[in-house]
Each structure stands twice: as structure tokens, then as C-alpha cells.
DNA sequence: CAGATGACTCCCA
DNA sequence: CTGGGAGCCATCT
């Protein structure tokens, strides 16, 4: 089902991205495992960098990297999060354990035709609390 | 016109 | 443990 080209990703992703609530965080990918249809980390990368002007309102700072990082390289996206309440820990990443975003409701992934997020383990919660 | 690059992540040797 | 490659799109030089 090609609809001419995998462009169509970039809406999706920024529509995900607007699905974020606020004081939460998401990784790319995430981002990319919510929108499917071969959509990968680093074209969530690539969208959120080629983001145009006007989706300069997306809450683009809520997407980190798997590391709980910031992978933006001179933008004040720490600010951004710590201003909507995300804390940071020793190691300058986010506190994945409390803001990780759980993903979008199933309901709402079904009617706009995107997927759920695999359940975690609580393990790496328990690891990810440990450092603090 | 064509090659390189950028806000990533996973897997294998 | 460390290193490198593959997969995606648009823009730049």
C-alpha cells in the first residue's frame, strides 16, 4: 500500500509526538515502534530534525535518546524538560523509571491506525531507580 | 547531478 | 569490552 512515499511517516511521527503529555518523555524509538510501517529511530531523528517551522510547536524536547539522554548537541533541550517538571539525575539523563511515557492509549492507537508500546520489564525500573 | 550528513538504535564479530 | 554497519528522508555543497 504505497502511497507514494514513506513521507506520510513524518505526520505520524509529528502527531505521536503531540501525544506526549507534558512531564513525560519518549524515545525515538518508541516514537518509531508506535508509528510502524517501517518507521525506525532514525527516521524519527531525521523528521524531528528536518522539523519544520510550523511544527516548531511539537514538544520535540520530549524525544530523547534510549539512553534517557539528550542527543540534541547545543540545543537547551534539558532546560526545556526540567522546565516541565523532568528531573535529571547524577549521570545528566532522565529518570526513565518516573517520565517514560507509556505510550499512547490503545484506543487512540487503533483509531489512528498506530501500535502500542511492548510491555517492559520492571527489572530495568528497579536498575534505573537503583542509580539514583 | 551525486555524495555526504544529521536530534538513533540494534546486532554481530 | 570495543567497533562498525545497516535502515530511513530531506537538505546542503
Not at 484506543?107 to 530495568?124: I, M, Q, S, Y
Amino acid at each position: 500500500m504505497a502511497e507514494g512515499a514513506n513521507y506520510a511517516l513524518y505526520e505520524k511521527i509529528y502527531l505521536v509526538c503531540e501525544h506526549i503529555p507534558p512531564g513525560m518523555v519518549a524515545t525515538y524509538g518508541d516514537i518509531a515502534t508506535i508509528v510502524g510501517g517501517g518507521c525506525d529511530a532514525r527516521t524519527v531523528g531525521f523528521a524531528l530534525n528536518e522539523m519544520p517551522p510550523e511544527q516548531a510547536h511539537l514538544p520535540w524536547q520530549r524525544i530523547i535518546n534510549r539512553q534517557g539522554g539528550i542527543s540534541t548537541r547545543g540545543l537547551a533541550q534539558r532546560q526545556l524538560l526540567e522546565a516541565e517538571g523532568v528531573a535529571f539525575d547524577a549521570h545528566d539523563r532522565v529518570i526513565m523509571a518516573r517520565y517514560h511515557w507509556a505510550g499512547p492509549s490503545a484506543e487512540w492507537a487503533a483509531a489512528h491506525g498506530f501500535n502500542t508500546l511492548p510491555p517492559r520489564d520492571e527489572g530495568d525500573r528497579a536498575e534505573q531507580l537503583s542509580l539514583f
